[in-house]
């Protein structure tokens, strides 16, 4: 079956680099076949601030307005402002969400930010019940794509800025995995800035190779909700003393005390905790 | 001398936990003897998303906008938006900077990464040279202060959502290190919503007391630009070699493939890499 996929795009000019990875996502998706979605946020304007005007009407509670509550209620009545429940349709239409942007400050755009803090709202993208591997989503995919200002070394266990799956993980953990998304590897372009023209070519070919067969890649490997109990949310003794001879931890956040899985925010197949998934 | 404090402020409502947590800083510290200035974001409608808008008059390169070489340049030429240079210099008066802010998807709500991108302009804020222990703030202390939604046992190295020492390390190594801020342990408060009026007040009054020695607090222990070679910015082999018979690994990111050192972007004083400082 043809799959359906948005492109959630943060970059203020169609000349860049991120737009040239865009454009290549577009033509090989549709090449094979897939409806390809694009929300351009700078060219949409998009609204990056979590406020009370992103409900209609009236409030709950004015006087001490949550927005985690007042959006999850708006949500429930059919009250979110236009523009986000116009991205909520896109996104429930979707096989596979890609973000593609360029790292700002170890982490997305405020405008993309803003995207995640007001499209992925309480109750649409997940509920107590509904998180991690019982999430919403979690028959879509999803992934990062971005560009870097930094040579790749520098993002590693003995690099200045330390290790890109520690920088990754809230990211891909704590907003991907949360609403349930599979998530792919992030195609990760480092510091095509600094490239010479050759190299950044180059860079985009590889992405256009990869992006032939992404549909078919599995995803990264996360600890499935059964390991944790379901009042205090730890690991279950017989998941962490099953585990208690390995050398690694079993995820980057959840490391036991342990030296992190090598690449597993970075590459999929990761085979140190898939007994347990 | 009488320290000048910056708040950097972002919550909807002036009836919420955070905004509790921010009067009780102002409070305190204007009664040590501080000159306390909040920037109110919410308030202020703060400008979240970093757009040719924010230079004045024309760009150098439209066609191909690139918006950490144009804010280089305005913020060199003066050209940058008045909400910009006002912020600027609210943040160049100060002495510490208080971040006040909910947790929102493991990071800062979209209003604070915007002021975040915005602010923290190239060349203002730091540069190839001046960054990390060499940075541009590095007479300047910071801090993070935030609400969680989760209990603090989830956030834990066999919690669902991970050690939060893993999940503060973008922000407090990739933007506050970074820029050369001495990053004081975050004030976390765990789960306000989720408890009972008299454990929320609890709370904040052991903010108050962390308050009355704030300032003369020691900062988290980040690793010496020294310790890394000025071209690839790689640990120099005699700073790995020192360090290959400890159990820890010097800081979550620089974790050398050995266990993350306990609490170390939580607590002050973590003694483990104390000497390479």
Known sequence: MAKKVLIVYAHQSSGSFNAAAKNAAVEVLTAQGCTVDVSDLYAMGFKATATAED??????????????????????????????????????????????????????????????????????????????????FKDKKAMLSFTTGSLESMFSPTGINGDMNVTLWPLQNGILHYCGFQVLAPQIFWAPSSAVAEDRKSMLESWRTRLQSLLEEKPLSFISLDCF????????????????????????????NKPLPPHSQMKNGCGCCSELL
Chains 1, 2 share one sequence.
């Open 55 to 136: 409900i209609k009407g009236e409030v709950k509670n004015a006087e001490n307005f949550c927005y985690l509550e007042e959006s999850k209620l708006a949500w429930e009545q059919g009250k979110l402002s236009a523009d986000i429940m116009e991205e909520q349709s896109r996104l429930t239409e979707a096989d596979l969400i890609i973000f593609q942007f360029p790292m700002y400050w170890f982490s997305v755009p405020a405008i993309l930010k803003g995207w995640i803090d007001r499209v992925l709202t309480n109750g649409f993208a997940f509920s107590q019940e509904k998180r991690y591997s019982q999430g919403i």
């Open 229 to 256: 109990d379901d009042k205090a949310f730890q690991l279950k003794p017989e998941v962490h003393e099953k585990h208690a001879s390995k050398e690694f931890g079993l995820t980057v956040g959840i490391h036991l």
